[in-house]
C-alpha cells in the first residue's frame, strides 16, 4: 500500500500561472481532504469531498477549485496563482466520523 | 465555532526528562481528540486519539494523552524524551456533530530535545 501520495512534491511558479496538484490514495476511503499549512496557524482546511463527485468548501477555499471525478483521486487547482499561496500544501483521506486521517507527504509551492 | 489552542510554539527539554505539551478545546460537548506528529519535510502522523470509553489514551512511541472534560483539555506526554522526538506536535478536533469529519488543528508546538 503506498497510502496516500501527492504530485509534485515542489513546484515554483510565477504570479498568475494554474498549476494542478494530484493527490492519490489506495485505501479505498471516502473522505478526502485538502489542506494548506503556514508557519504559526497549523493547517486550515481548503476543500474537502465526502465521495466520488462531491466537494465542498472548507476554512480558506477562495482562489482554489477541486474536483473528484474518482475515488482514489483529488485535485486542487489554483487557476492565477498569487504570492499569497506560497504553502505547504498536504491531502489527507479517511473513512470519516473520528476515524484517523491519513496524510501524504506534501507539496511545497513558490509563488514568485 | 470551535478552535483549539496549543501553549508554546515551542518547548525545550533535555534528554531523559518529562514531555509535557498542552492542548485545549473551545466546544462545550467534548470532540474527537487527536495528536499528530511531523517530522522535518515530512507529512503528519497519528500519535494518538480520543473517541470514546477510557480517557487515558496510550499512543505510539511511549506517548499517552489525557482527556479531561472538566478543564476542555487532552495534554500530551511522554515520560522520558528521546533525542528522535524531536519535530512539530499538532493537536486536532473533529466534532462529532460535523458530517464532513474534518479536523481543526492548533498552530502546533515545535519540541527541542537537549543532548
Known amino acids: 500500500n503506498a497510502g496516500v501520495t501527492q504530485t509534485p512534491k515542489f513546484r515554483v511558479l510565477k504570479t498568475g500561472q494554474s498549476m494542478t496538484l494530484l493527490c492519490a490514495q489506495d485505501m479505498n476511503h471516502e473522505y478526502m481532504y485538502w489542506y494548506r499549512q503556514d508557519p504559526g496557524m497549523g493547517l486550515r482546511l481548503i476543500h474537502y469531498s465526502v465521495g466520488e463527485g462531491t466537494t465542498a468548501k472548507g476554512e480558506v477555499p477562495d482562489g482554489y477549485n477541486v474536483s473528484r471525478l474518482k475515488k482514489q483521486n483529488f485535485l486542487l487547482g489554483l487557476e492565477s496563482a498569487a504570492p499569497s499561496q506560497t504553502s505547504v500544501y498536504f491531502c489527507?483521506?479517511?473513512?470519516?466520523?473520528?476515524?484517523?486521517?491519513?496524510f501524504g507527504p506534501g507539496t511545497r509551492l513558490l509563488v514568485l | 465555532a470551535q478552535s483549539v489552542t496549543q501553549l508554546g510554539s515551542h518547548v525545550s527539554v533535555s534528554e531523559g526528562a518529562l514531555v509535557l505539551l498542552r492542548c485545549n478545546y473551545s466546544s462545550s460537548v467534548p470532540p474527537y481528540l487527536f495528536w499528530y506528529v511531523q517530522y522535518p519535510n515530512q507529512g503528519l502522523q497519528l500519535l494518538l486519539k480520543?473517541?470514546?470509553?477510557?480517557?487515558l489514551v496510550k499512543g505510539i512511541n511511549g506517548f499517552e494523552a489525557e482527556f479531561k472534560k472538566s478543564e476542555t483539555s487532552f495534554h500530551l506526554t511522554k515520560p522520558s524524551a528521546h533525542m528522535s522526538d524531536a519535530a512539530e506536535y499538532f493537536c486536532a478536533v473533529s466534532d462529532r456533530a460535523d458530517s464532513s469529519y474534518k479536523l481543526i488543528f492548533g498552530s502546533g508546538t515545535r519540541l527541542l530535545v537537549r543532548p
Open positions: 480520543y473517541t470514546t470509553g477510557a480517557t
Open positions: 489527507a483521506s479517511s473513512y470519516g466520523q473520528g476515524l484517523t486521517q491519513y
